[in-house]
């Protein structure tokens, strides 16, 4: 019967958890031009709607490469906020390389476990291109809850976006060939003039 039982107990500690939360990098395009700004969204699912759990609060972090992608502004979704009364949310320290954010609901356990969809934008950042390169978007979870604050594991699924420099307009490389060909023709032009029949010996 102990035997049983501890066996029972680990397949159970083995088996995935119900409603698990995952937690998703999503970059609008997988890539962009220098210059250009884009946002990336930090997506919740796995739960299902209308049932516990759901999210109460969270603290995550998303790593970038800074030589490559400058950060410029985050904007939170309304998953946490379902009856818009307001919560509890801010970006925390922003370093070269990595931005935190986040936000802790003010609704009851009971309004969020019944109108938190399953599937939910946590939030998104936007970012400017400054130089060509793949940068991996890295998210780490520093806090992660349900409505009544027990904690949640979650599953990442991280992303990236590759920045391609900035291709040259066709008219520009029109204008770059025709300079060639002068460039060229300027070169042969005194060989032609030695072999000019009746020129000067």
Known sequence: MHKSLCLMLALLALAPA???????????????????????????????????PSIGAFDLDLNYNPSLLSFNSVTFGSGLD??????????????????????VSLDSVEELNLLQPGTFRLFYLTFNAVAAGTSALQLSVNALSDAAGTSLDATLQNGSVTVAPVPLPAGVWLLLSGLAGIGLIRTRRPADRLSIPGSAA
């Open 18 to 52: 119900a409603n698990a939360v995952t937690l998703s990098v999503v970059p609008e395009s997988a890539s962009v031009d220098v210059g250009s700004t884009f946002i990336v969204d930090i997506m919740a699912s796995g739960l299902q709607d209308g049932v516990a």
């Open 82 to 103: 379902v009856l818009g009364f307001g919560d509890i949310k801010d970006s925390g320290a922003i370093t070269a390389g990595k931005v935190n954010a986040f936000e």
